[in-house]
């Protein structure tokens, strides 16, 4: 009876749309079968908190999102409340209670094995300026994990060929060190030799420029990231954040400590950096799922 008071309170006197009452009686109905199968001689009155939240961990264990519990644990909030105004009840035991932290979405990043076949595999015109900037532009987010615009903002004396690491600043012209390998070395050193061959005369002190020798804009960086990231993946976002996705998972995957990534991607907190945790978790379990015969 308390349900159906209730809901007709949420209909003729708070007005609330038919569907968004159905919600209500819906999430009410599950949440009372839960606790009458658990213990027949349980009611709205009797139930305490931990009732509730052994409701709300079944519902996760079941596969449930944070945001479908949290709602759940809205309705039965609201009808604690309205109870509670009638005297219908003495306590109201989800008001103590605290819904489940929205779980952040984890970063897309290509996979090892698809970079691969990118750089490795793709016929690259050498003496092409843009199949060699492209080609650049790919490998240094990737061997680096240096945001777009940081990319953007490189000169040429920021790369030190002799010592292989790159000066870049970032949020907040905080500058950081970035070291890279012997094979970004090489392809920077044939970018360049070729830029400068084919814009003679340029005036720009940028390293990555236009074809009339403008330092490159965000739109042609996006551009040039999301067409290369199309010939090998099949994601819809394939924007230079997930080649700094991909520089990290790649790197924590192969052994890297978190606070050794942290720094070289240039964040304040490693709270930032824990996502990537997350995500090669996420590929351990895809792991275990495929070669446990019990899984």
Known sequence: MMVEQFLNYMRYERNRSELTVQRYEKVLRTFEAYFENKDSQLSWESIDSDIIRDWME?????????????????????????????????KDPSHVIRGPKKQKPLP???????????????????DSFKDMRARTILYMFYETGIRRAELIGLNDGDIDFVLRQVRVAGKRNKQRIVPFGEELETVLRDYVALRNEKLVGRESTALFVSDKGKRISRTLVTSIVRENLGLVSTMKKRSPHVLRHSFATAMLNNGAGLESVR???????????EIYTHTTFEQLKQIYKKAHPRA
């Open 58 to 90: 079944s519902m996760m264990d079941n596969g449930a999102m944070a945001s479908t519990v949290n709602n759940c644990l809205s309705a039965v909030r609201s009808f604690y409340r309205f109870v509670l105004s009638r005297k219908l009840v003495e």
């Open 108 to 126: 897309y990043f290509v996979r090892e094995n698809e970079m691969d076949k990118l750089l490795d595999e793709k016929e690259w015109d050498g």
């Open 263 to 273: 720094r070289l991607l240039g964040h304040e907190s490693i709270a930032t950096t």
